[in-house]
């Protein structure tokens, strides 16, 4: 529950929270006439700081960041976006990941596969191969040939023309699971067969740790 001023929510009044308040809306009431808002009511108090003092809250989380989105109030929305973290996100993490082919599907697949491999065990992995260059896209066939075990679960990313290396992405991948609530790590992935043949260096283990 919250306590404020009619005039603090609709101090801006392009906001979604203005219009909740207009007299307009038919927002629910409990017993006692409070108004009932359905989000979560731990994210609505920097919100309601920011309404009454115009400072842009300490906890600039990616929550927070929702919720103003969800409200509309623009010019929280704009700060935060300014924020070097969101900056960073967006303009930064974001954008890279948005020249990486596939890589929200690969995310997918590769939760996927690690699930139907945790049957009966502690732990299960996903083989990842990275291929940065079109130069590597050439290789990949020889390179996934040289793999032991199942070729066809193997998640393939790349090429992609933008400055981040093999590693950021690969951090990029464990951030974005663990966003998930996954237990994850992640480590090379060295075949054995012997000095007769060539080893590749595109493949990753990512380790999912169940219990």
Known sequence: MYCTSLSTLRKYPSSKLAEMFSGQSSLKTDAEGRYFIDRDGTHFKPILEFLRSQRVPSDTGQEV???ALFY??????????????????????????ARVPNYRENIEVIIRIARAEAVAARQSSVIVCVLKTEEDSTRYQDAVNSLDGDKESVVRFGPWKATPAVLDLLDCVKMDIEARGYNITYQPHVTDKGFRFKSYDFFYKFIFTWW
């Open 65 to 67: 960041y929702k919720e």
């Open 72 to 97: 509309n109030i623009e010019p929280l929305v704009k700060q935060l976006e300014d924020s070097p973290e969101r900056f960073g996100e967006v303009v930064g993490r974001q954008q890279f990941l």
